[in-house]
């Protein structure tokens, strides 16, 4: 069920995942950008493609860089093995697309 029917649907349920997402992802004794970047982490191990844009922006927007996100995604990879590294060719085009200016 897509998050639009959801909100339809069960507005309630949805209202009340969108507290739970806001209530983890706040500053802590980790940061939102390091929280951010273990989300990026997990979301492509679970092959979520817009869960990986969406972490991965919110981790940018929130001082990550791009060597930031690949290294947290490069220890979910070898956490998971190769079924990650598989589907890598994903992640490639996320970072390729949000190349930040090498200097």
Request: hydrophobic share 40%; with cysteine.
């Amino acid at each position: 069920m897509s998050l639009d029917l959801l909100g339809k649907k069960d507005p309630k349920v949805l209202q009340a995942l969108y507290r739970y997402k806001n209530e983890i992802l706040k500053e802590g004794e980790l940061t939102i950008r390091e929280k951010e970047l273990i989300a990026t982490a997990v979301a492509s191990t679970l092959r979520c493609e817009k869960c990986l844009e969406f972490h991965a922006e919110a981790a940018l927007e929130h001082g990550a860089t791009n060597r930031q996100i690949m290294e947290a995604i490069e220890v979910a990879m070898y956490l998971t093995g190769p079924s990650a590294m598989i589907w890598s060719d994903r992640i490639d085009d996320y970072i390729d697309d949000h190349r930040e200016e090498e200097q």
